[in-house]
């Protein structure tokens, strides 16, 4: 096993733990790990290794360090990626695992070194070694291309959805703005017949009330009278 759950248990964060073993890069294994990469300096950064110049922190000193700005914005990442659940001990079983390949692959290179150079077993162990990196290759790439593809199908799809949204809400404001303003045209045309009818009323009633200055005469010319006036 990788690591195995001890009988001893401490008071950890969050609870009481199980003390659990594994097993750290040495620096023989970081040696090797330098030589099949090619690439020391980001090899010795970038992987995982359990502290070696300074003590592991205590309840204290982690609490702060978790409250920090700089671990959630690292363990966001994480779970962003990786599910939480067991993550520790998922993390704890890839270092131990990585140590392990690495003494595999020191016994292979042993058995190689004990071959014939120009023996078959030899080429053939070392073409299925470059074999198998090509292929590792690949398979990073060809998951990259898919991630990448992926996240542009995500974005045009989130894109065509915003715009179908907008030509929707778009033509909804059109279709309620078409139809106040129909409204608001027959609402004026009923306003226009109405100020029509009323004039046509008004006129009606001045017609009617007009002076009849004919039939005055005749009224004060009734009975042997004589009316004189200068009429307009």
């Avoid at 205590?58 to 990442?77: H, N, P, Q």
């Avoid at 070694?129 to 290759?137: M, Y």
């Avoid at 059109?174 to 009818?197: F, G, I, P």
Wanted: charged share 30%; glycine share 6%.
């Amino acid at each position: 096993m990788a690591y195995r759950n001890g009988a001893y248990v401490r008071e950890g964060y969050g609870g009481v733990e199980a003390l659990m073993l594994f097993d750290g890069l040495s620096e023989p294994d970081m040696q090797d790990l330098c030589t099949l990469v090619g690439d020391p300096a980001e090899v010795r950064e970038m992987v995982l290794r359990p502290y070696r110049d300074q003590p592991t922190p205590i309840l204290d000193s982690l609490e702060t360090t978790l409250g920090s700005l700089l671990a959630r914005r690292e363990f966001a990442s994480l779970v962003t990626h990786f599910s939480p659940f067991q993550l520790a001990q998922r993390t704890f079983y890839t270092v131990s695992l990585l140590h392990r390949v690495l003494a595999r692959d020191r016994q292979r290179e042993h058995v190689l070194q004990g071959m014939d150079e120009n023996s078959i077993a030899r080429r053939l162990l070392r073409l299925q070694g470059e074999h198998d990196r090509l292929k590792e290759d690949f398979v990073f790439l060809y998951g990259y291309h898919q991630q990448e593809t992926q996240s542009i199908r995500d974005e045009a799809s989130h894109a065509q959805g915003l715009l179908e949204a907008d030509f929707a809400r778009l033509a909804r404001e059109n279709l309620e703005e078409t139809a106040a303003l129909r409204q608001r045209n027959d609402d004026l045309e009923s306003q226009l017949r109405y100020a029509q009818s009323q004039i046509s009323t008004l006129e009606q009633r001045v017609r009617d009330k007009r002076f009849d200055a004919d039939g005055l005469l005749a009224f004060l010319n009734a009975g042997s009278n004589e009316v004189r006036g200068n009429w307009p």
